[in-house]
């Protein structure tokens, strides 16, 4: 069975520091990966997808970026945390193929102070 | 332009009762999933319920279904018997066929009243 795979579950950051949240995906091959934020009782802001090994598409210019340096495994980093990028980090993975499935991991509390 | 509107931000419903979200979208294509999320307290995202667009028959899940108005580009989602453990945040997401991106509403929170 597919699987997903986010962490740390928790996290806090002075500002300025780096950042590095990780996600793999077990149980599929050549998925769609992709990373949303959700600050508090808000909705799904979409920052980065991947359709593959070292594609990814950016949609909201910030501090943030995004690397798939394999197959399964989705990484969001940033050199230097603002105290906006405090917020709940969910990563993704869909395959079309098979009837459209879409499925999130645990995500990452994340608070800059 | 593809795009998921949920008009209603907060909603309530009395424990055992029915209660209907809704959620409208537009997009000039004629293949694509339409799908229900649940995102409780613990913030994990559960899926709900998912429709194909060129099925007619309404998908159901239990004491969840849905009503899938394809000219009206409607998909709302019915919960009977509501119970506590339905009081969360729902988003109404579709995702183009052949496309990359999912597209979410705004969401609507439920609270389900004992």
């Known amino acids: 069975s597919q699987t997903i795979h986010q962490w740390p579950a928790t996290l806090v950051q002075p500002v300025g520091s780096p950042l590095s949240l990780e996600c793999t995906v077990e149980g599929t091959s050549n998925p769609n990966l992709y990373w949303y934020r959700q600050a508090a009782g808000r909705g799904l802001q979409l920052l980065f997808y991947s359709v593959g090994i070292g594609q990814i598409s950016s949609e909201v210019p910030q501090n943030l970026s995004a690397s798939r340096p394999q197959d399964r495994q989705f990484i969001l980093s940033s050199k230097k945390l603002l105290l906006s990028d405090s917020g709940f980090y969910l990563c993704?993975?869909?395959?079309?193929?098979?009837?459209?499935?879409?499925?999130f991991g645990p995500g990452t509390r994340l608070t800059v102070t | 332009a593809q795009t998921v509107t949920q008009s209603q931000p907060e909603m309530s419903v009395q424990e055992a009762e029915t209660v209907t979200l809704s959620c409208t979208y537009d997009t000039s294509e004629n293949n694509y999933y339409l799908f229900w999320y649940k995102q409780p307290p613990s913030r994990q995202m559960i899926l709900v319920i998912r429709?194909?667009?060129?099925?007619?028959q309404n998908a159901t899940e239990n004491r969840f279904s849905v009503n899938f108005q394809k000219a009206a580009k409607s998909f709302s989602l019915k919960i009977s018997d509501s119970q506590l453990g339905d009081t969360a945040m729902y988003f109404c997401?579709?995702?183009?066929?052949?496309?990359?991106?999912?597209?979410f509403g705004t969401g609507t929170s439920l609270t389900v009243i004992p």
């Open positions: 997401a579709f995702i183009v066929r052949t496309g990359n991106q999912f597209y």
């Open positions: 993704a993975w869909s395959v079309l193929r098979g009837g459209g499935r879409f499925w």
């Open positions: 429709q194909e667009a060129y099925k007619q």
